[in-house]
């Protein structure tokens, strides 16, 4: 089962202006149409989705010198386990975004990467259009 996988983003901007956009924690509003509207409580992330569902999240760390920060969905999804992080690196003239995933749907037999990966790719194609503009 694809419970670990990671998708991977090659834009133009700088690290610094990737990370402007990637390291908002209520940014994700402007490049994932899935997600309507974002509050951010200490280290809790709620976000309204298009369908009118609403996740929450924990952030659980955040380095900005090292330009990343993980997360786990708490409340919102049918998931048994859940971290995510996201990390900027330079690569050639540009960046390079890396979403990676560890999840376990309630339902075992659900494969995870099937059913987000190409969701998140998607998702970060909305960061290709505000980035590379």
Known sequence: MGSEFEVVLDVQASPAEAWAVVGDPCGVTRWYPLYTSCTLEGNTRTLERADGAVVVED????????????????????????????????QGGGSRITWRTRAVHEDPSIDMEDRLADRQREALEGLRALLDD
């Open 59 to 90: 952030m659980l760390s955040r380095d900005d010198d090292d330009m990343s920060y993980s997360y786990t969905v708490t409340a919102g999804l049918p998931l048994a386990e859940h971290e995510a992080s996201f990390r900027v690196d330079a």
